[in-house]
């Protein structure tokens, strides 16, 4: 199974306690960003395969169900 299907597990990495206060680091940030635009575009990509031509879904090793949970995840807008 593809790895981009499972959920960022270092999402902003540890935060700095200074003075009480949590702090992250901008490149985490931007790690973080980055990561979930892949996921976005991961989900863009399969859905259109998915309506265009759903024979190559065995062929990257995925169900049907396991597509449609992962459309499931994009924002209302692109559904």
């Known amino acids: 199974m ?5 959920p960022c597990a270092s999402l902003a990495a540890r935060p700095a306690e200074i ?15 980055a990561e979930r635009r892949k996921q976005a575009y991961f989900r863009f990509e399969l859905k ?3 309506t265009d031509n759903p024979h190559l ?8 169900k396991e ?7 994009l924002p209302f807008w692109q559904r």
């Open 48 to 50: 259109r395969m998915a």
């Open 2 to 6: 593809n790895d981009i299907l499972t």
């Open 57 to 64: 879904i065995d062929d990257i090793g995925l169900t049907r």
């Open 67 to 73: 597509v449609e949970a992962e459309i499931a995840k």
């Open 19 to 33: 003075n009480g206060r949590r702090r992250y680091s901008l490149s985490a940030l931007r790690g973080l960003l």
